[in-house]
């Protein structure tokens, strides 16, 4: 429960305050996100007049759950920006926030404030007071202040660093992405948030290679790829979990969409992604029954895929041949039409979308894959004598005595003859055994 009340103050009147203490303030720095040049005025205001950024990148996935806890309208916040009871919810989110921390690397917001009693680095704002950047640090310092307003009388007034009028929609979008998307000791984004976060970059018209820059990422390709795996989170949470936009629910689960992401390029059809698509679901929702390295199950979804279907459709009856003809990206009807195999196909993605046997299907999986990989070292042992005969034939084949010094002649000998008695010894025990 927070104890600090949001009281917001008309935009008109945040204006002319700002605008007016701008013009007084003597003090001035550079701000290189904004512009490699211009220096941008420092201000004194009163802890209550700035209000937060709706719109923040950080907090719209905990804005969406917040709303649906609350059975609100998504637009509570998205038309929000001036009203008391929308900037309330989010002083909550964000002390919230203000409050975590990872391990003993990041320490929390909250934590720092409280124990250095004072502002050390100035918020970001613009001319009408909304908060671009340093929307935690407010919210700690609200309520600190808030709890003790003698112990934290510093917090009475905050710093401000003031973005000029005029500045747009798109190059606010570009000063956030630029500060938080680099690398720091900054309480890291939720992966959905970034995501996202590229998506309405990418909406609103900013170019891929631009994109790519802000957040650092090696190549352009790169953006299509977290716009697709967010894709795929969302098709789990809209068709698996009935659960539209309740982001937290992946929160967990990053690695495993990326390996889906990745896996499903490499599938040839339709009918092979949706299949693949459907067992990573099921292992998503129990991921704790494949333990801390839920990640060495992901061929289940990828490259042991169809060995997967085959022998879940064995174990349950049913009949499945996944082996379908390379070609156009086409759906299941178009390439089974409406026989035996299309039949088969339809048992297997109900059976994989049957949430009363999650947990079970779960279990079949992990055991499959590990029956299969237990195939393969068996496999790969009953091998491996033929590889190393393979081996050791190319070795001979390129030793060469022309340019062999003669002082070498004798151990050389040596080697050759002890070959020679192994290849014998191997040979009459291969005779043995075929008989």
């Known amino acids: 429960m927070t104890q600090f009340r949001v009281a917001v103050k008309d935009i008109e009147e945040r204006r002319h305050e700002i605008a007016a203490k701008r013009a007084a303030s003597a003090d001035s720095r550079p701000f290189f996100e904004y512009s490699p040049t211009e220096r941008l005025s420092i201000i004194q205001l009163d802890i209550r007049i700035p209000i937060y950024n709706l719109r923040n990148y950080r907090t719209q996935t905990r804005q969406r759950s917040y709303a649906h806890a609350h059975d609100l309208d998504l637009s509570f916040f998205v038309q929000g920006q001036e009203d008391e009871g929308a900037q309330q919810a989010q002083h909550e989110i964000l002390w919230t926030l203000a409050q975590a921390g990872i391990g003993d690397s990041i320490i929390p917001v909250s934590s720092a404030l409280a124990q250095d009693g004072r502002q050390t680095e100035p918020l970001l704002i613009t001319s009408d007071g909304v908060i671009v950047n340093g929307n935690r640090r407010l919210a700690a310092m609200r309520e600190l202040y808030a709890e003790d307003p003698n112990r ?31 690398p720091q000791t900054l309480l890291p984004y939720e992966w959905v ?16 290679t631009e994109i790519a820059m ?13 716009i697709e795996r967010l894709g795929e989170a969302q098709i789990y949470l809209d068709e698996y979990l009935d659960q539209p936009g309740e982001y937290e629910e992946v ?11 990745k896996a499903l390029k490499q599938k040839r059809t339709a009918i092979e992604k949706d299949c693949s698509r459907k067992i990573c679901h099921v292992m998503t929702k129990h991921s704790r ?8 199950y992901k061929s289940a979804y990828g490259a042991r895929a169809n060995a997967v279907l085959t022998r879940l459709a064995n174990r349950h009856g049913i009949a499945f041949e996944p082996d379908v003809e390379e070609g156009d990206d086409l759906e299941p009807d178009d390439i089974f039409g409406n026989g035996e195999t299309a039949a088969g196909y339809g ?11 999650s947990e079970s299907l779960a279990t079949d999986i992990k055991e499959i894959v590990d029956e299969i990989k237990e195939e393969a070292r068996e496999q790969d042992i009953g091998q491996r004598a ?13 030793l060469s005595l022309t340019d062999a010094d003669a ?8 080697q050759l003859q002890a070959i020679h008695a192994r290849v014998t010894a191997l040979r009459a025990d291969l005779s043995t055994r075929r008989d």
């Open 289 to 296: 029954s494949f333990g801390r390295r839920s990640y060495d």
């Open 407 to 414: 002082a070498t002649y004798q151990p050389l000998d040596a």
């Open 152 to 182: 934290y009388q510093q917090f009475a007034t905050v710093q401000c660093i003031v973005l000029p009028p005029g500045v747009t929609v798109d190059e606010l979008k570009r000063i956030e992405f630029k500060l938080q998307m680099r």
């Open 251 to 261: 929160y967990a689960h990053e690695q495993q969409f990326e390996d889906l992401q």
């Open 347 to 357: 048992a297997i993605t109900e059976l994989l979308t049957d949430k009363t046997i």
């Open 193 to 208: 948030d970034e995501a996202l976060a590229v998506y309405d970059l990418q909406q609103s018209g900013f170019p891929d």
């Open 386 to 398: 033929l590889r190393n005969a393979q081996r050791a034939n190319t070795l001979l084949s390129e």
């Open 214 to 226: 802000l957040k650092r990422l090696e190549g352009v390709s790169d953006v299509q790829a977290i």
